[in-house]
């Protein structure tokens, strides 16, 4: 059972006292105690200790029995013997008014709270049974000002008579109530409602409306059908036993708990409302007898049995749960100070009084009570305890209730409930580190507190390690604990040093004995603990990614916010902290967790769920690589292995692996995909251009073995292949093969359009070199020429001299190449001397002066539109094409050259000069043609010569008639728009020269805002009317037209 509170018997009436005690009232320090002869004891009370804060009276825990005080716990210091000619039934005091409220001889009478003289007899109140008073700060309706207001509420058989005080001064007005039946009791609810007790039932009234409510039971669904809404506490049929035993029926109690929630007790029955009367979804109290007295001493609800039995029940308001039992015998009144709903209450205790003794009840302190109720696995009971105190009463009461929850949750995990016991520390956000060091080592690695079970034992006498070795070792771990003392926690170690206010783990409901700690985590045990275990550390997952990025770093506002050393660290459940450390290095802290959960739950998956390994370690994660890297290999996961290593960026040592792997070095056997280079070729095409030197190393063994599909790493279409630097790519490819180089080559400069200069001239090396080599075949001779020469024409980056220079005059295979280069450098003559001399192919001669003639005709048929007459002026004479031709060197002229007037040693080619004259007559001048052709040819030979040069003419000057036509029809119909504005659709026109302009009396100028008058105007294309002196100005900002408008159009 919970020790809350220790009875220390305060009053106790000498033998030879013949009086007896009628009732009891506390105040500060004072205990007034009305006697049955109407006497009146004035006590002081002597404090044995200085109270808590937190309700602490100086009570300890251990003690069986109060301590015996250095002083009497009471002090006798005045009797009022003439206080009433009767017993004196009830007390309280309003210590606002200064006065003392009594009930003797079934009349309340008013006292000076100083003197205990009578001050007023209330003759109203003859035949008054009980009285309530309350005191509240209430506000002025109209002037909202805060004033005191004091009641007292006095029960005189069917009535209730109620005086007020407000501010110290008593209202004249006393307010009347009439209930159906008599009043037995009367409980205040608040301020301006009371709770009225009779043998029908309870009744709640309004006394500034005085509204009466009736309690009833609350609404069951078999009872919802039509059937009536019986009152609480009514005496019906069954009640009316009552009258068989001596017409006694029981008392209706109430009293009001936390949150403004109301106890009704009336026999064993009771019933939770609110403040409005509405019934509350609460079970009874499972009383075995009706009470004689109930209370509300915060945080606790109090039943006084029944003098014969002479015990206090001290239960939680929340579970309505047994907590204490206290012994007082022959007790038959319980007295609460006010307020007793408030931690204003707390450590003031509360009276139990019989007809002679009366009882303090000290209450010890609220840490005192939590460890209790954990020591006796009463978990939910200590959570609850918790939960109705005040924040202020507690030292972090979070962390507590959180506490409690985590040791909940390891008794549940000892006793073999995996599945609650993970979902409790899941709710409770337990750290980790103790979740995962329940486990075996299997699981938890060096973490594991449960293998050491037989170790530890054996060595009781050997001090526990616990200190913090994270720097020193791979995996950061816990000190160990054998399995006992891990659920027994009696000992702080860094995993519960953080938790000050509560105790650690120490529950007898936890086996002590060795042999009685069920068998060991294993078997089928084992893997439904792992699988609870699974959805935790998923879950621990989510919350630390929030704070911590991939690369052990806080995330930059998480950084931002915990730099203050006053700011709440978001994440502060996730980490167990050692005892007294003050600098802590929350990043570090975090990464050790974060590391820890991912690597446990990789063990996890593995031993239960090895499917869902694969998902975890292919995605960003922090767990152990050499754990990871070691379960893996030994279960034969090698393609898993590569992912994971790649995934955690140890590029080299993936690298390693396929590298044995591939190349069949491995000592075990493994799967035909990870044979060869292709997955290393894979491997290497994902790693970005940065590391360039792993992708060069261990490239080369691939591009060795296979070629083609080594060369797949800087041939893919892909980012990272086409971000390579080529420089080192080339160079390496050089080194290992040239002819890889030559498709590295080819690749940049024709798919990836490369335009270094010094990367094309490498190519054209490449190609003149191949075909010199003397051992090169026919056909592959034919194609290197051919990419020699497309290269040639397509680029511009290559050095046009050096290349010439490379390029052997004799050998046949670079005839046209060179002529290629030449043309590049302007060297047309040189060019088709080749073509006709060289390789006497007139074709490919003629078809090079096409490409070059239209190559320069753009240029000028620009020249000849620059040229062309501006709209509306007469043209200037056609130009010839003779004259156009003229001006320029005309490479069909230098081919005609060579055909009829060829170099020394060479003959003259009529034929080709006949079919070229014949086909590109028009394109050549006829001054430097004629001159051409010898004075024996016949002008029959001609003919077809100047039948196209003529027809070229003629078309020339027919184009140019039709254009000029054509510019003349559009100066006319601009000219007409001019004047007459453009025609609309409808058949209208709108604006132009002519158009009208109708200006009022009373149009004014939109610029300067003035009557225009006999003031030149003009008009803008628009129609919009201005001063002809507005027009410049701001007339752009008022009007939105301005010199932009001018710009649109013309003038009127």
Known sequence: MLTAFKAQSIVELKQRDKSKIECVLAYGNRVLVGLNTGSLRIYRVNEPLTPAPNGDTGVSKDDAQPSKPAQRPTDLLHEEEKFSKRAVQQLAVIKEANVLVALTDNHVSVHDLQTYALQEKLEKTRGASSFAVTSNVEKDAETDIPSLASRLAVAIKRKVLIWSWHDMELDPDVQELTLPATVKSLTW?????????????????????????????????????????????????????????????????????????????????????????????????????????????????????????????????????????????????????????????????????????????????????????????????AVSLLGMLEDTLLKDKPGQIREIQIQKAQTLFTHRKYRPALDLFTDAAAPPVRVVSLYPKSIAGDLSSVDNVIEDSQEDDTPVDDGDDRDNTKEPSTPRKSKVDKLKSTAKDSDTASIKSVATVSDSAIPRDKSKSGPALEGPDLKQAVLALCSFLAQSRVQFQRYLNYDGTLKESIASQIADPEAEVPFRNLVVIPEGQDKVDWEKELYYVARLVDTTLFRAYMFALPSLAGPLFRLDNFCDADVVEEKLYESGRYNDLIDFLQGKKLHRQALELLEQFGQNKAEDEVMPALRGPSRTVGYLQQL??????????????????????????????????????????????????????????????????????????????????????????????????????????????????????????????????????????????????IYVFQIKDYAKAESYCNEVYLATAPRSRALSSARRPSQGLPAPPV??????????????????????????????????????????????????????????????????????????????????????????????????????????????????????????????????????????????????????????????????????????????
């Open 189 to 381: 609810v608040s301020g301006m409602k009371v709770l009225i007790g009779m043998d029908p039932g309870y009744t709640l009234v309004n006394i500034e409306t005085e509204e009466m409510v009736e309690v009833n039971k609350p609404v069951v669904a078999a009872e919802a059908a039509g059937q009536t809404v019986a009152r609480f506490g009514a005496v019906t049929s069954s009640g009316m036993g009552y009258m068989g035993m001596g017409g006694w029926v029981p008392k209706p109690m109430a009293t009001k708990l936390a949150n403004g929630t109301i106890m009704l007790a009336k026999d064993v029955n009771t019933l939770f409302i609110d403040e409005d009367g509405k019934p509350l979804e609460k079970r009874q109290i499972p009383w075995a007898q009706a009470p004689d007295a109930i209370g509300y001493s915060y945080p606790f609800l109090l039943s006084l049995q029944p003098a014969s039995k002479g015990a206090l029940d001290v239960r939680s308001p929340e579970t309505l749960t047994l907590l204490q039992t206290i012994p007082v015998p022959n007790a038959s009144m319980l007295h609460v100070p006010q307020p007793n709903i408030s931690l204003a209450h707390a450590g003031k205790g509360f009276l139990v009084s019989s007809d002679r003794v009366i009882w303090r009840m000290l209450a010890t302190s609220y840490e005192a009570q939590t460890e209790e109720l954990v020591k006796q696995a009463r978990f939910d009971e």
């Open 688 to 833: 970005p251009p940065e590391l360039i030197d792993i992708i060069l190393e261990y490239s080369k063994w691939p591009l060795e073995t296979s070629p083609d599909t080594g060369m797949e790493i800087f041939l893919a279409d892909t980012e990272n292949a086409e971000n390579l630097p080529r420089d080192r790519v080339l160079a390496h490819l050089e080194s290992i093969n040239p002819d890889l180089s030559l498709r590295y080559l080819e690749h940049i400069i024709n798919e990836l359009d490369d335009p270094s200069s010094h990367f094309h001239q490498n190519l054209v090396d490449s190609y003149i070199t191949k075909l010199k080599s003397p051992s090169l075949s026919t056909t592959d001779a034919t194609n290197y020429q051919t990419k020699l020469e497309s290269h040639l024409l397509t680029s511009t980056s290559y050095n046009k001299a050096k290349t010439f220079c490379q390029l052997p005059a004799d050998n046949s295979k670079f005839y046209e190449s060179r002529a290629i280069v030449l043309r590049a450098m302007g060297n047309h003559k040189q060019a088709l001397s």
């Open 879 to 1052: 130009p010839s094409v003779t004259d156009t031709a003229d001006e320029k060197e005309n490479v069909y002229t230098l081919l005609l050259g060579l055909y009829l007037k060829p170099p020394s040693g060479e003959q003259r080619n009529w034929a080709p000069a006949l079919e070229l004259l014949s086909h590109h007559g028009a394109r050549l001048p006829a001054s430097s043609t004629l001159d051409l052709v010898p004075d024996d040819l016949a002008v029959k030979e001609l003919q077809a010569y100047f039948r196209g040069r003529m027809r070229q003419e003629i078309t020339a000057l027919n184009e140019m008639r039709i254009v000029r036509g054509l510019e003349e029809v559009k100066r006319v119909r601009t000219e007409g728009e001019l004047v007459f504005g453009k025609e609309l659709p409808q058949g209208g026109r709108k604006g132009g020269r002519s158009r009208r302009v109708v200006v009022g009396e009373d149009a004014h100028c939109k610029v300067c805002l003035k009557r225009f008058g006999n003031n030149a105007i003009r008009v803008w294309p628009d129609g919009e009317v201005v001063h002809y002196g507005c027009v410049g100005g701001r007339q752009g900002k008022r009007t939105g037209g301005g010199f932009e408008a001018m710009a649109r159009g013309s003038w009127a």
